[in-house]
């Protein structure tokens, strides 16, 4: 057993270890999560678990093996290198792309997320009693049916050494939270959250929740789905779609995040999740959406979900812009991606847990904001609607055409909201909807949210993932209520 979980201890193992390969790396996490759930002011879930292993990966014959051990003695890691050089040597019979040092290179560094309050900071208890108060405070009449009020946090540390001198230790401080009702008049159900089921998540202590504003919040979530009992559905047209940012980040994630992963494009995830309607002669080349349209990976946005200096193979982070003014100009995709498409891509090879191998993966990625106000964005718009908060998504496997829902929806008619809507959805495809971006919000209108629950790969991996955007107008957009 090491005698204790650090870079210069896991640097005297990979030094110790007996295999004939060209690079051995180590990646060890530990992950400390809390999750606490309270419905109708009745705790439901109060539970507490320790996740913790490490990964040995091995370059040989131009080909890289895995294997984990939940065990951190010596003999385990050991028999784990071993396994990995065998899968390596296997997998060179069939290779499809010989692999190099080059795409594991030599990397020093060290990262921790930014916080204010740490993640103990509030008992258990306390914890509690915040829940059981904000479904009190979403309860605002007897038509509220059910409310919910969730808290997870998690701490994740990762250590990760190579044989050619890597060292790289990275802390995590992550704070997930959702509240929620549900409403009903008969026949009438309706439900409104905060944000969409667990989109306020950051990286942070307490500071991120709850802020001055809750408990306001709390209550205008209850209001609106009491409102939308009452609502008309959302009339079939095609109209001006406006989106608020809790629902971009959906439509980012699904229209943009996946389509790019090189990983897709070169079919590794066809049988799974599906491939993509991007081709590699597409880059530099396409069109993506309109000139309003600017993507960025940024894993360096202090606070975002998915912010880290180093990916879990030890490429460093930067900031870079996917898509530049509607134009494609690289993908999501590891070194291992890039130097089998010959596409430029980021450092984004991802692994949910210590016991999964790291793949392609979206992080941050962002639109970035233009210069309209909000109330000149909807001044500008005749006849629309504005929608709020993903309720359902649906969207093909080669990432084309796609139907999104919302949970709360406004008609806009001659610059003023007029009526509220309920049930409001829209579809179109890919690359036409984002050539119909045709206003953006300013920085007062930029929001991040993220998810826990990006889910791809054989052996599935749910990874977290965060998006920030702007409010955003789009031309001519068809939009059709529940019934349609």
């Given at each position: 057993?090491?005698?204790?979980?650090?870079?210069?201890?896991?640097?005297?193992?990979?030094?110790?270890?007996?295999?004939?390969?060209?690079?051995?790396?180590?990646?060890?996490?530990?992950?400390?999560?809390?999750?606490?759930?309270?419905?109708?002011?009745?705790?439901?879930?109060?539970?507490?678990?320790?996740?913790?292993?490490?990964?040995?990966?091995?370059?040989?014959?131009?080909?890289?093996?895995?294997?984990?051990?939940?065990?951190?003695?010596?003999?385990?890691?050991?028999?784990?290198?071993?396994?990995?050089?065998?899968?390596?040597?296997?997998?060179?019979?069939?290779?499809?792309?010989?692999?190099?040092?080059?795409?594991?290179?030599?990397?020093?560094?060290?990262?921790?997320?930014?916080?204010?309050?740490?993640?103990?900071?509030?008992?258990?208890?306390?914890?509690?009693?915040?829940?059981?108060?904000?479904c009190k405070t979403l309860k605002v009449s007897?038509?509220?049916?059910?409310?919910?009020?969730?808290?997870?946090?998690?701490?994740?540390?990762?250590?990760?050494?190579?044989?050619?001198?890597?060292?790289?230790?990275?802390?995590?401080?992550?704070l997930e939270t959702h509240y929620g009702v549900?409403?009903?008049?008969?026949?009438?159900?309706?439900?409104?959250?905060?944000?969409?089921?667990?989109?306020?998540?950051?990286?942070?202590?307490?500071?991120?929740?709850?802020?001055?504003?809750?408990?306001?919040?709390?209550?205008?979530?209850?209001?609106?789905?009491?409102?939308?009992?009452?609502?008309?559905?959302?009339?079939?047209?095609?109209?001006?779609?406006?989106?608020?940012?809790?629902?971009?980040?959906?439509?980012?994630?699904?229209?943009?995040?996946?389509?790019?992963?090189?990983?897709?494009?070169?079919?590794?995830?066809?049988?799974?999740?599906?491939?993509?309607?991007?081709?590699?002669?597409?880059?530099?080349?396409?069109?993506?959406?309109?000139?309003?349209?600017?993507?960025?990976?940024?894993?360096?946005?202090?606070?975002?979900?998915?912010?880290?200096?180093?990916?879990?193979?030890?490429?460093?982070?930067?900031?870079?812009?996917?898509?530049?003014?509607?134009?494609?100009?690289?993908?999501?995709?590891?070194?291992?991606?890039?130097?089998?498409?010959?596409?430029?891509?980021?450092?984004?090879?991802?692994?949910?847990?210590?016991?999964?191998?790291?793949?392609?993966?979206?992080?941050?990625?962002?639109?970035?904001?233009?210069?309209?106000?909000?109330?000149?964005?909807?001044?500008?718009?005749?006849?629309?609607?504005?929608?709020?908060?993903?309720?359902?998504?649906?969207?093909?496997?080669?990432?084309?055409?796609?139907?999104?829902?919302?949970?709360?929806?406004?008609?806009?008619?001659?610059?003023?909201?007029?009526?509220?809507?309920?049930?409001?959805?829209?579809?179109?495809?890919?690359?036409?909807?984002?050539?119909?971006?045709?206003?953006?919000?300013?920085?007062?209108?930029?929001?991040?949210?993220?998810?826990?629950?990006?889910?791809?790969?054989?052996?599935?991996?749910?990874?977290?993932?965060?998006?920030?955007?702007?409010?955003?107008?789009?031309?001519?957009?068809?939009?059709?209520?529940?019934?349609?």
């Amino acid at each position: 057993m090491l005698a204790e979980l650090s870079l210069a201890e896991l640097s005297k193992a990979i030094a110790s270890l007996d295999v004939p390969a060209e690079w051995v790396g180590l990646r060890s996490v530990k992950e400390t999560a809390h999750y606490r759930h309270v419905r109708d002011e009745v705790p439901q879930n109060n539970s507490r678990s320790v996740n913790q292993g490490i990964m040995v990966e091995v370059l040989a014959n131009g080909q890289i093996g895995y294997a984990a051990s939940n065990s951190l003695n010596l003999e385990n890691i050991q028999a784990a290198a071993k396994a990995a050089y065998r899968q390596a040597i296997a997998a060179s019979q069939w290779a499809v792309h010989p692999l190099t040092t080059a795409v594991r290179p030599k990397v020093v560094g060290q990262y921790s997320s930014p916080f204010l309050k740490p993640l103990d900071a509030l008992t258990p208890g306390e914890v509690n009693d915040l829940l059981i108060r904000l479904c009190k405070t979403l309860k605002v009449s007897d038509q509220i049916v059910q409310t919910n009020a969730i808290a997870i946090t998690n701490e994740i540390e990762s250590w990760l050494v190579s044989s050619n001198g890597s060292e790289v230790y990275q802390r995590f401080l992550i704070l997930e939270t959702h509240y929620g009702v549900t409403a009903q008049d008969g026949a009438v159900v309706q439900q409104r959250t905060s944000n969409g089921f667990l989109a306020n998540c950051y990286q942070g202590g307490w500071e991120r929740f709850p802020d001055e504003n809750l408990w306001m919040q709390a209550q205008h979530i209850g209001e609106q789905a009491i409102e939308l009992l009452m609502a008309e559905e959302c009339p079939t047209a095609v109209t001006t779609l406006v989106l608020a940012p809790d629902q971009m980040m959906l439509q980012i994630h699904e229209s943009v995040g996946h389509p790019l992963e090189l990983d897709r494009i070169l079919g590794d995830e066809r049988n799974y999740a599906g491939g993509s309607f991007v081709k590699p002669s597409d880059f530099g080349q396409l069109v993506y959406g309109s000139p309003l349209m600017n993507i960025t990976f940024n894993p360096t946005v202090p606070g975002e979900l998915a912010s880290y200096q180093f990916d879990d193979t030890g490429t460093a982070a930067t900031h870079e812009y996917l898509i530049k003014e509607g134009l494609l100009l690289r993908g999501l995709g590891s070194l291992e991606s890039q130097t089998r498409l010959g596409i430029p891509g980021v450092a984004c090879a991802r692994a949910s847990s210590w016991n999964r191998p790291p793949i392609d993966r979206m992080a941050n990625l962002n639109l970035e904001p233009g210069t309209d106000s909000f109330e000149a964005l909807i001044q500008n718009v005749e006849h629309g609607v504005y929608m709020e908060s993903n309720q359902s998504w649906s969207i093909d496997d080669q990432r084309h055409k796609f139907q999104f829902g919302c949970e709360y929806a406004r008609l806009i008619e001659n610059g003023k909201f007029t009526k509220t809507l309920r049930n409001p959805n829209y579809r179109s495809t890919t690359t036409e909807f984002w050539h119909r971006l045709t206003q953006i919000g300013n920085d007062s209108t930029w929001q991040m949210y993220g998810t826990p629950y990006c889910g791809k790969g054989e052996p599935n991996q749910a990874i977290r993932v965060g998006h920030g955007s702007p409010v955003c107008v789009f031309s001519d957009v068809e939009v059709f209520g529940g019934g349609a």
